[in-house]
């Protein structure tokens, strides 16, 4: 057994524990993103940092090994603003939007992307309850409003614009009729978040987008049943993040207050890889380098994996220098999703 103090008060455990295990033991909360407690430890983010107050060192304590006579500080202002600077700098190189700039400029707040996706997959009755769930006592605000929404949306750099309003009003117009609205209830969070945004994208960056699309895409400007809102559904680029909800970035960012830094460091090209056999998307622009994944299939020899690739500050995470990346992951795409921290990883559906 060991002896060490952590936030002034005293503790007593076995050898081989983190300071992050015994943190935890004690109810003292310390942020992580690069820490997951089924794979070994390896610090990368270093947003879980502690402060060592007999040696003035910083250490990443999910990492670290408490050791007899530390006196361990979890919970500092100094702590703190270090912890806020080193998701700072995270973000400095995450060219990811956390909501689509159709859905920010909404007035009514509507979740196009997800209305857009339940229509594309003809999921009408899903699509139904969320139009139910967004409007409220007042009614639907697109007949009225002069479509902000299609303004913004970037497939109008490419050819023309997703006929967003036309699609929201004719499935408000639906349930009007009385079609069925039997489905999952959704529950839009209203709260004001974080959110990330993309900073400059340049031409071939923008066509990236294209590639969730059909290769042909018949256009529909008037919506006039469901099989037009789904054809014109599929000309949706899907330029917002399937993590929008499930982002431990985006809840630390929030945590901390913090502000999506202006300028963008450009690390790794808005990029968009889909594996054709699984589903699995990988965007390199929004992958902080925690290295889950790679560390959860390390062990793998039954298929290629993803692992890092260049050195120093350009190392990037990507499939093997001599696979195709639809040839990876053909059994672990869902384990390496649901490890991700951002929305990097994520499935077609």
């Known amino acids: 057994m060991i002896k060490l103090k952590i936030d002034n008060a005293d503790y007593e455990v076995q050898e081989g524990l983190t300071i992050l295990d015994i943190a935890r033991s004690a109810g003292i909360k310390i942020p992580t993103l690069c820490f997951n407690e089924k794979l070994p430890h390896f610090s990368s983010c270093m947003v879980c940092m502690v402060k060592d107050q007999k040696k003035g060192n910083f250490l990443p304590s999910c990492s670290a090994l408490a050791q007899d006579g530390m006196d361990i500080d979890c919970s500092s202002d100094e702590l703190k603003s270090l912890r806020q600077k080193a998701i700072e700098l995270l973000l400095s190189e995450h060219r990811a939007e956390c909501e689509a700039p159709c859905k920010v400029v909404c007035p009514g707040g509507y979740n196009i992307p997800r209305m857009n996706r339940l229509l594309s997959a003809k999921n009408f009755e899903d699509a139904f309850q969320l139009s139910v769930?967004?409007?409220k006592s007042s009614g639907l605000m697109c007949p009225d409003c002069p479509g902000y929404c299609e303004n913004a949306c970037r497939r109008k750099k490419i050819d023309n614009p997703v006929s967003i309003r036309n699609m929201q009003i004719f499935v408000s117009q639906q349930i009007k009729m009385g079609n069925s609205v039997t489905g999952q209830h959704y529950i839009e969070k209203s709260a004001k978040r974080f959110a990330s945004h993309i900073g400059k994208i340049e031409p071939d960056e923008l066509q990236e987008w294209l590639k969730e699309c059909k290769d042909v895409v018949k256009r529909?400007?008037?919506?006039s049943d469901l099989t037009s809102a789904a054809m014109e559904s599929e000309s949706c680029m899907h330029c917002d993040c399937r993590a929008v909800d499930n982002c431990r970035l985006r809840?630390?960012?929030?945590?901390?207050?913090?502000?999506?830094?202006?300028?963008?460091l450009v690390n790794s090209p808005i990029q968009k890889k889909i594996n054709i056999n699984t589903g699995l998307i990988f965007e390199n622009a929004k992958c902080i380098k925690c290295g889950l994944c790679v560390r959860l299939c390390e062990d793998s020899t039954d298929e290629p994996a993803l692992c890092f690739i260049n050195r120093g500050f350009v190392s990037i995470i990507s499939e093997p220098l001599t696979e195709d990346f639809n040839d990876i992951l053909k059994t672990k795409s869902?384990?390496?999703?649901?490890?991700c921290p951002t929305?990097?990883?994520?499935?077609l559906k």
Do not use: T, Y
């Open 334 to 339: 869902k384990e390496v999703v649901d490890i």
């Open 251 to 264: 809840d630390i960012a929030d945590e901390f207050s913090i502000k999506d830094p202006r300028g963008k």
């Open 133 to 135: 769930s967004q409007i």
């Open 220 to 223: 529909v400007r008037e919506i």
């Open 343 to 347: 929305g990097a990883l994520s499935n």
